[in-house]
Every structure is written in C-alpha cells, then in structure tokens.
T-cell receptor, first 118, second 112 residues
Framework: GAVVSQHPSWVICKSGTSVKIECRSL??????MFWYRQFPKQSLMLMAT?????????EQGVEKDKFLINHASLTLSTLTVTSAHPEDSSFYIC??????????????FGPGTRLTVL | GESVGLHLPTLSVQEGDNSIINCAYS??????FIWYKQESGKGPQFIID?????DKRQGQRVTVLLNKTVKHLSLQIAATQPGDSAVYFC???????????FGTGTRLLVSP
C-alpha cells in the first residue's frame, strides 16, 4: 500500500517550453503533497508544499510563477515548469502524506521525474 | 573506508560487514528523524524513523541511534548485502512546521 506514482518518468524539452509533471497517490488520499528538486549528487531540496484545494506554499527562493503547483484532488498534484531553461534540468520528486505531514504521517515518495532542458 | 570530498561521502564495506552511516543534523528543535535509502534514478525509500523522546530504535537489520546532545543520528545496517548499496539520507523535521529537511547523503558501496 501507500504507492505514489509520477508521470512522466523522464522528459526532454526545448528551452522556453513548459512541462507538466503529475504526482498521484494510487491507494490513499493525500491531504498534503510535497515537491522536491534534486540535482546530481546532491540532496533533496523542498520546493513547495501543496494542500488539496488551496494555494501551495513555496520555499524561499523558489519562484511560484515559474513552478506552478496545482493540487486539485486528494490523489493528484501537478507541477508545471514554465518557460523551462537548462538550469531547470533536475530530478523532480513528489511525496504524499496521509494527513498533514506530521510525525507518524509518513511521506511516501514517488519515483521521480528526470527533466532535461535543451 | 569513508571519504569526504567534492562528491558524496562514500562508505565502502564488504558483504556481511556491519555498516554505520552517520548524520549531523542542524536544528535543535527537530523532533522527528527519518532515514531514507535512494537507489540511482529512484525516489527515496523509507527505512526507519525515530522520535526525539527515544534514543534508539530497531528494525529488521537496521538500528537508528539518536544523540540529541550533539545533534547526531546514525544508521546501523547489520550483515550488509550488495542490495544495500545506495545513497542514504537522514531527514529531520520540526513537527511544528511539518517540513522534512534532508541531510547531504552518504553513498554505501557493498562489495561481494
């Protein structure tokens, strides 16, 4: 149980285009979903926290107009990288929590999406 | 042995050895800690967690130790297997903010 999927698993796009990444909780409802970015040989950095039906909370330094997050249902959150540039190339990982992401509410991670911007 | 440099710290062990991966966390207000395993090209996989009111917790072949005095966390893996080869991350959370902060990671290499 507690499986999180991401689609696509990898994407290559041209500079200036927008890319949408989906994160789905397959067998549970997730009130809160999180989006992380991971550069090669580095750790995961939280980009934003999204709660179903409300606006996402972005971490300092993350541009909300560039990384659009929509959490329209309890099983789906999307991250859209708008006007992507090569420096946006990274591994994007989502996680989903059963309730509010506190202790005991384990975050279940998706398999990640590799974005390469040419 | 263990090495630190421009790349991820790496711990190399022989199959069957016990492995100890260390982590120094930064926030004295953190009260929940988790160890994750990440294989290449995959998302993090939950291994074990511990709350700040404990100093030790055991799972199957894994043990987590927490020393709040020096803000140190360790993951012990017994009888390490080649399938344990991966990057291991510790993560801390201040439950008041409900945000996971990941450590830098350690690559574990297990040779047969």
């Amino acid at each position: 149980g507690a499986v999180v999927s991401q689609h696509p698993s990898w994407v290559i796009c041209k500079s200036g285009t927008s890319v949408k990444i989906e994160c789905r909780s397959l067998d549970f409802q997730a009130t809160t979903m999180f989006w992380y970015r991971q550069f090669p040989k580095q750790s995961l950095m939280l980009m934003a926290t999204s709660n179903e039906g409300s606006k996402a909370t972005y971490e300092q330094g993350v541009e909300k107009d560039k990384f659009l997050i929509n959490h329209a249902s309890l099983t789906l959150s999307t991250l859209t990288v708008t006007s992507a540039h090569p420096e946006d190339s990274s591994f994007y990982i989502c996680s989903a929590a059963l309730t509010s992401g506190g202790p005991g509410d384990t975050q279940y991670f998706g398999p990640g999406t590799r974005l390469t911007v040419l | 042995g263990e090495s630190v440099g421009l790349h991820l710290p790496t711990l190399s062990v022989q199959e069957g050895d016990n492995s100890i991966i260390n982590c120094a966390y930064s926030n004295s207000a953190s009260d929940y800690f988790i160890w994750y395993k990440q294989e290449s090209g995959k998302g993090p996989q939950f291994i074990i967690d511990i709350r700040s009111n404990m100093d030790k917790r055991q799972g199957q072949r894994v043990t987590v130790l927490l020393n709040k005095t020096v803000k140190h966390l360790s993951l012990q893996i017994a009888a390490t297997q080649p399938g344990d080869s991966a990057v291991y991350f510790c993560a801390e959370m201040n439950t008041g903010f409900q945000k996971l902060v990941f450590g830098t990671g350690t690559r574990l290499l297990v040779s047969p």
